[in-house]
């Protein structure tokens, strides 16, 4: 019986270091390239082959998106023109001079991924098409895609046509801070008007992962034959979003890929909130002016791994003189978040109030007392002389009247 108990304690053990072997391990990807990145902070989680450039199919359609976002109103009235009508690929049969909201186009570019709306929606924004897409490389540039070049809205196949997974993760990043472009994304399924019809359309995400894997809440999938399968996919649980992107991978693999990411992610890693924005940090005296609060300029937060328990330190690096006048909000040093001896990060430290400077400090208004000072000490020593002259006066109207008096 002891011998039976004890095998089984054995297996156990070993059952738990291979599940705690599996829960660190990294995850181990079909795909050509693929990364992990925590939202809020853009920390990497994980990379392979991340800044390998690649095609990115319809994924092409989250800048899409952002542009529309950014230079157009939700309300305005797109028309389809016969270039749109015409599109390859994905559709949701525009008829041309068929009109839609942008918003209405938007739901179907993203859910749908059509790329008749893509067409429709770069034309309302720019005009065409071409001008739409210098639009799109200049927000990639800015946003820090570097190794990203678009040459349309839809993501059809073409040599000039590329990213990396680094940067379409960074687009990603970007986009999901908008509220509008985060609640399309994380959408199942939504009608809008079929033009001609008596029914609507009924958009479906393409994104099943919004179906399958708890707390999914975007992005977008993509394929075209030469680019592959691809995705960008996020998912929030406990307050911290993960955003994975999986480039050129095969059938369902595209899935398994995304899923591996985001389960290694939550598994391992955790989210911890050092500091919120406008938390005060200390007093400091401010020359020329009277002392000011300092408070923190943003949130600070760390993705760290769950077993790790090194505390985390900071230090206040501000410059010896601070001089008013200070306005509210004016940065006067730095916040530094150290792990052990390593630097992770830093914030700026900025002033609670503004801080005048005081009359009193000024150069002229010196002088001004000081002169105000002469001038008292001139009238004063004037005053003096006066009244020792009108009391010799006085002495002397004195002895001159004794005198006549003698003489009576």
């Known amino acids: 019986m002891k011998g039976k108990i004890w095998s089984f304690l054995i297996i156990f053990t070993l059952f738990l270091n291979n599940f705690s072997f599996a829960q660190n391990n990294e995850p181990n990807i079909v795909g050509t390239a693929g990364i992990l990145i925590e939202a809020k902070t853009g920390k990497v989680l994980y990379e392979k082959n991340a800044h390998l450039c690649l095609e990115p199919a319809s994924t092409t359609k989250i800048m899409t998106a952002i542009i529309a976002l950014e230079k157009g109103n939700l309300n305005d009235k797109v028309t389809t023109s016969e270039r749109a009508f015409k599109s390859d690929g994905s559709r949701i049969y525009l008829e041309v001079g068929e009109t839609l909201t942008l918003e209405q186009m938007l739901y179907a570019l993203m859910l749908n991924s059509a790329n008749d709306a893509a067409v429709a929606i770069a034309e309302h924004i720019s005009g065409s098409v071409e001008d739409f897409v210098k639009l799109m490389n200049e927000k990639a ?112 693999n595209i899935y398994t890929d995304a899923i591996s990411l985001l389960d290694y992610g939550f598994n391992n890693f955790e989210r911890k909130d050092i500091i919120k924005k ?75 109030d503004e801080v005048k400077r005081k009359i009193s400090s000024y150069l002229w208004f010196k002088v001004l007392i000081l002169l105000l000072i002469v001038y008292i000490l001139f009238r004063i020593r004037v005053g003096i002389k006066r009244y020792k002259r009108h009391k010799r006066k006085i002495k002397y109207l004195s002895q001159f009247s004794r005198d006549n008096d003698f003489h009576y």
């Open 141 to 252: 540039k800015e946003i820090g895609a570097k190794n990203t070049n678009f040459v349309n809205p839809s993501g059809l196949p073409d040599k000039n046509h590329y990213t990396t997974a680094y940067d379409l993760a960074m687009i990603a990043r970007y986009a999901l801070n908008n509220p509008t472009f985060s609640k399309i994304v994380k959408t199942k399924t939504l009608n809008i008007p079929w033009h001609g019809k008596e029914y609507d359309r009924t958009l479906i995400n393409h994104n099943k992962l919004l179906w399958r894997y708890e707390g999914a809440d975007g992005v977008k999938t993509g394929y075209t034959l030469s680019a592959g399968q691809t995705i960008v996919a996020s998912a929030t649980r406990n307050g911290m979003q993960l955003i994975a992107v999986v480039l050129k991978s095969q059938g369902k």
């Open 278 to 352: 406008g938390e005060e940090i200390g007093i400091i005296n401010v020359k020329y002016g009277n002392p000011v609060t300092l408070i923190a300029s943003q949130d600070f937060s760390l993705i760290v791994e769950k077993n790790n328990n090194e505390p985390i330190t900071f230090k206040k690096d501000i410059p010896k003189i601070i001089k008013a006048p200070l306005k509210k909000g004016a940065v006067v040093g730095k916040l530094n978040f150290y792990q052990g001896e390593k630097l992770i990060g830093s914030i700026d430290l900025v002033s609670k």
